[in-house]
């Protein structure tokens, strides 16, 4: 990309010498360093970021390994047994396992279907609000959901549909209909979980496409209103190339993500009649790991889910640079 | 655009408003029902099956929450890290989101790829405990702000559009001898004001919202940020115990507060952190503004 | 125009930085106070300890009792208060990370974390000292020591709660009861009539079928399988071995009665979904007849009720019996968490650890956790403890230094602030009638290496399936086929075999 032609114009500037090997290695050596003193104020900026990601995510990360050993913390990492592939063996040979990977692409699957859209579709509805005060308005409204924490959420939503308590079964009886279970419903639960999703996040989402059209320069509208372009054809043209690149590099992320589901949302909303569609990996784990202590194996699953992640996200960075989109790196 | 409008627009306009308004209506209903049942009276609520309007207005709750110390002290810890967190965590995100959006800069690749590492990969929560523990945070409130200043998500959203801004602006302010640190806080900051202030609401909220790591990091009850106190009062620890306990657990002579106390705090945590929106709506459009102008 | 927008902005991060760095020295002021300490051996002993706090608000070093503990047993005491809604997690997670407090406290010691550790040599084996410590040792608390025992060994100091009086078990509306002239169920048919009669005969008058007759969930009708299968716990004892009450004929029938209760509207709608504090909301708007909770809540929850019906009488049941007339009430062993204290601590320290223990299980200790201050925070009058108000501001009452140390009464189980005197009376009469029910636990504090890694997956099926069954989600043919599988499960029966082996070796060391 441009960084290489970059490259070559730094070897270009700093490279008047012949190309001996011995000397190249002086030169480039030579080189790094004006490089680095010209940039120390880059490096000063960036360097807090660094540390917090070497402090916080590195060092923690190579404790992975206990996902290899029979850890115990009071043998410390350096003295637990090592177990090879034990816990993956006995996870993946789990009867178990299929039922969460099935679960965990099923409710990722509909976020990425019903709920990664939404707030594009809403961002671009808003936009063709001309009326100021009542685009603030829509605006503030639906950002409140997103402000309210799942344990609410999951209060409001038995308000609302529990069977005995709940408003539309209310609804339902006092017309002279029977009653629906919704909650207890295994057919409806996934349904239930991107409905919520949608709720909560969907206005809040819209911010950063609302900032990415905002970068739109209005000549540009005026000038495919003179050639006569009606309003879907602006939205199609001018709007949505626009958020082109944050679609994108959200779409890559989500997919990296694709084996996390919202552990909080699911782990209330979960009850028994519902398991076999709701247990998830992250709900396993912290059901296995946190609550019965089997540290090493919880922490077999996370890795594996995190491999997952890893070549998801390769693939689809890999795809979206053959299609000539923008790309994560 | 003052351009005459054709009737299928009108159309348009009319309905795309009526869905959003319908919509909106639909994202506050509950809301607006959290809001009534804090201010109902509590046996009015044990005793009525459906309240949409109180019959008997009630303070109670309220005058309750704010005079308890616990509970005012929660809500300045949670004002702490939703302010310095923010801004520490704008600062860092920023700075290195900036430092690899130079193209020019050594060592960029590397940093880029130990970022997409660490994101992918989610330590877990017991090496997190370790090294938090290790830096001697425990029940400080910085254990709640340096574990979570940023992400490898922010640092390539905000390189994003940093990427965006025209590197000619920038040369010439380094050609007029600005140093980079002044190019990054008078031209990039400015120019990319509206990324920044939706970061700054991006990590208020999360601060604001700060619950795991504060259970796990802190136990001085006075060091407590909202959010834990709130899930203290809404979850009763039988539902998330459960198993061999649970039968004792539910001896424990333990106090439920009443509903309308909940709401009455959900309402209060919830507040503030809107409050903030409004204010920053302004430099929304500001930012806006500043992006159609460039160039 | 860019120019005013970067002013703004400019400006703008001014201010928040002004605001943030003067809230963070605001804070930073209220929040320091670092630990100091010397050695001096006349000096008070330091003791780092860590314990569940059910009470709102968690005490510090500068409240009154708080103090008169240092005062009386010469230590500096540093207590980490746990709140319960996430002490699990927590406790679990400081297990692994190996960061323990001196005085370490645990909810359960079938805990899997910590009986590795314990296997593993972590903690003192305490059995040697306890005999030095009078209160300790004390007759009252000699079953205790024994139930707590792990290979033999003494490697904790319990927290006494008294083995009658707890546990989830149905308290009714009394005067629900009394107003359709119904005598106090004994057996699951009369239990099942009595709630019948709730849902059918308008016990509250208003004109309405709208009582739910039992505010129940799925967790907290336990006491069911309970009763049908006459043992407590999950192990029943069958030609010298145990096997788990969950593969049994009983817990069939158990089943099918709460399907029956729940097709026939006796519980709510949402069984499957409700929390437990969702049926506490239940029962306390007045609208049910009943729920399973500890006697306690005869007025915990009782008082509450009357909040809404002044005329509530909500009064705990004795005993359910089964077919075969075996009686059935809820009954533990007599502690609820263990302390341990982890081998770093010297052995000087133990023994002060221990001394602490010993005050706080003497009389004086116990009262002053419970009570407080005699003459400050309570009057004794015609041998009755009446608090004063200076109680309330010292905090004492239930939680903070009462949730470090119980009183070793069966008032911990049956008793509440403010509890009127009938009924009370009328509790300590049910609870003596309920000790004379011997209801067996075989698989009482018996630990096995297959049950920690494999039971809690298959329980968990289990009951699920159960649920899924009760409210008509699954067949109980497919139930039936589940409990077939399991019978021949060879996991299952590798933990009831191991569970065989603890019992016996138990009984041996008996």
């Not at chain 3, 010691?109 to 000292?129: E, S, Y």
């Amino acid at each position: 990309m441009s960084e290489t032609s970059m490259g070559g114009q730094s070897e270009q500037r700093s490279a008047p010498g012949k190309s001996a090997p011995l000397r190249e290695i002086t030169l480039k050596k030579r080189r790094l360093w004006p490089d680095l003193r010209r940039d120390k104020y880059l490096y000063l900026l960036a360097m807090p970021g660094l540390l917090f990601f070497i402090i916080f995510k590195y060092i923690p990360i190579t404790n992975l390994v206990i996902g290899f050993q029979d850890y115990s913390p009071y043998l410390g990492i350096m003295g637990s047994k090592w177990v090879g592939f034990e816990h993956f063996v006995r996870f993946f040979s789990n009867p178990d396992f299929w039922m969460l990977l099935r679960n965990t692409l099923g409710i990722s699957l509909m976020n990425l279907v019903f709920f990664f859209p939404a707030p594009i579709i809403l961002a671009l509805m808003m936009n063709e609000v001309r009326n100021q005060i009542m685009k603030r308005s829509v605006q503030s409204l639906i950002y409140i959901p997103h402000f309210l924490s799942w344990v609410l959420i999951y209060g409001l939503t038995y308000l609302m549909f529990s069977q005995s308590e709940g408003l539309i079964n209310k609804l339902l009886e006092a017309s002279g209909k029977s009653t629906v279970d919704i909650l207890s419903n295994p057919h409806y639960f996934w349904g239930m979980l991107t409905v919520q999703s949608i709720w909560k996040e969907v206005g809040w989402g819209t911010i950063i496409f609302l900032a990415a059209i905002a970068g739109v320069d209005p000549q540009q509208y005026e000038a495919a209103v003179m050639d006569g372009a009606g309003r879907f054809r602006r939205m199609w043209h001018i709007t949505l190339p626009a958020m082109r690149n944050v679609i994108m590099i959200l779409f890559i992320l989500r997919l990296g993500t694709i084996m996390d589901t919202g552990f909080e949302q699911v782990y209330l909303m979960m009850n028994a009649a519902v398991t076999e569609v709701a247990e998830v990996f992250d709900t396993y784990v912290y059901r296995v790991g946190i609550r019965q202590g089997e540290f090493s194996y919880s922490t077999a699953i996370g890795l594996f889910k995190s491999v997952v992640g890893v070549v998801l996200v390769v693939l689809a960075n890999k795809a979206a640079k053959r299609l000539g989109q923008d790309s994560l790196y | 655009m003052e351009l005459s409008l054709t009737w299928k627009d009108r159309l348009f306009s009319l309905s795309n408003g009526g869905l959003l308004i319908l919509f909106s209506l639909a994202m506050v209903f509950p809301i607006y029902y959290t809001i009534v049942l804090s201010f109902t009276d509590p046996t009015e609520y044990y005793t009525r099956d459906l309240i949409l309007w109180p019959h008997h207005w009630s303070l109670d709750a309220y005058r309750y929450l704010l005079g308890n110390g616990l509970f005012v002290n929660s809500v300045l810890i949670s004002l702490f890290l939703a302010t310095v967190g923010t801004l520490l965590s704008l600062l860092v995100t920023g700075g290195l989101a900036y430092a690899i959006s130079v193209r020019r800069l050594r060592f960029r690749k590397t940093m880029m790829v130990m970022i997409l590492i660490t994101f992918l990969f989610t330590p877990g929560l017991v090496p997190l405990y370790m090294v938090v523990r290790n830096l001697g945070l425990i029940d400080s409130v910085w254990s709640l702000i340096l574990p979570s200043l940023t992400s490898g998500w922010y640092v390539l959203l905000m390189k994003g559009f940093f990427d965006s801004i025209p590197d000619s602006l920038e040369e010439a302010a380094r050609i007029d001898g600005c140093t980079e640190i002044s190019v990054f806080w008078r031209i990039i900051i400015p120019l990319s004001l509206p990324a920044v202030v939706a970061f700054g609401l991006f990590f208020a909220v999360g601060y604001w919202n700060t619950y795991f790591n504060a259970i796990m990091f802190i136990n001085e009850q006075n060091k407590w940020p909202l959010q834990v106190l709130l899930q203290n009062m809404l979850v009763d620890p039988t539902t998330m115990g459960g198993g061999e306990n649970a039968n004792i657990s539910v001896t424990m002579n333990r106090q439920m507060p009443t509903e309308t106390l909940k709401m009455a705090a959900v309402v209060i945590a919830t507040v503030p952190i809107m409050l903030v929106y409004p204010f920053l709506q302004k430099h929304f459009a500001k930012g806006a503004m500043v992006g159609s102008v460039k160039e | 125009m860019k120019k005013q927008a970067e002013q703004s902005a400019r400006q703008w991060f001014i201010k928040t930085f002004v605001v943030a760095v003067g809230t963070s020295l605001l804070l930073s002021a209220c929040g320091g106070g670092g630990k100091s300490g010397s050695a001096d051996s006349s000096a008070p002993t330091k003791i780092q300890m860590q314990t569940l706090n059910y009470a709102t608000e968690f005490i510090d070093n500068t409240n009154p009792i708080w103090k008169e503990f240092e005062k009386r047993t010469n230590t500096q005491l540093d207590i980490t208060w746990l709140s319960p809604t996430t002490s699990e997690e927590k406790i679990n997670v400081m297990l692994a990370s190996g960061d323990l407090p001196e005085v370490t406290f645990v909810e359960s010691l079938l805990n899997p974390q910590l009986q590795k550790m314990i296997g593993q040599g972590v903690f003192w084996d305490l059995t040697p000292f306890i005999k030095d410590y009078p209160n300790l040792s004390q007759p009252a608390l000699a079953e205790m020591w024994t139930d707590s025992k792990v290979d033999g060994k003494n490697y904790s100091i319990p927290r006494y709660y008294p083995s009658y009086g707890g546990g989830a078990f149905p308290i009714l509306r009394k005067d629900w009861m009394d107003k359709l002239g119904l005598q106090t169920p004994t057996t699951m048919d009369q239990f099942f009539d009595v709630l019948k009669a709730f849902k059918e005969k308008d016990p509250n008058g208003n004109g309405q079928a709208d009582e739910i007759p039992y505010a129940a969930n799925s967790d907290t009708m336990g006491f069911v399988y309970g009763v049908f299968n006459g043992v407590q716990g999950a192990w029943k004892l069958k030609d010298d071995k145990l096997v788990p009450t969950i593969t049994e004929d009983a817990s069939r029938d158990a089943l099918l009665w709460i399907k029956k209760a729940y097709d026939a509207g006796l519980f709510p709608k949402d069984f499957a979904i409700l929390k437990y504090s969702q049926t506490v909301d239940l029962i306390r708007g007045g609208k049910s007849g009943g729920t399973s909770q500890s006697m306690n809540h005869a007025w915990v929850t009782g008082s509450k009720i009357r909040e809404v019906v002044p005329t509530a009488d909500y009064m705990p049941i004795t005993y359910l019996q089964n077919a075969e007339g075996e009686k059935y009430t809820p009954s533990g062993s007599p502690y609820y968490g263990v302390y341990l204290i982890p081998k770093k601590v010297p052995e000087a320290k133990v023994k002060k650890i221990l001394e602490f223990f010993d005050y706080a299980y003497d009389k004086e200790g116990n009262e002053l956790a419970t009570y407080g201050i005699e003459g400050v925070d309570y009057t004794v009058e015609n041998g009755r403890k009446i608090p004063t108000p200076q109680a309330a501001k010292d905090q004492v009452g239930d939680g903070n230094m009462n949730n470090l140390i119980h009183l070793i009464s069966d008032d911990m189980s049956i008793g509440a602030v403010g509890m009127p005197d009938d009924v009370y009376n009328r509790n300590v009469e049910i609870v003596n009638e309920r000790k004379q029910i011997k209801t067996p636990n075989p698989g009482n504090e018996l630990y096995s290496e297959a049950y920690n890694k494999y039971y809690p997956e298959i329980s968990k099926k289990v009951s699920d399936m159960r649920t899924k069954v009760i409210i008509g989600k699954d067949t109980i043919e497919n139930y039936d086929r589940l409990i077939e599988q399991l019978r021949s499960d060879p996991t299952l029966k590798q933990v009831a075999d191991e569970m065989t082996e603890a019992y016996h070796k138990k009984m041996e060391r008996k």
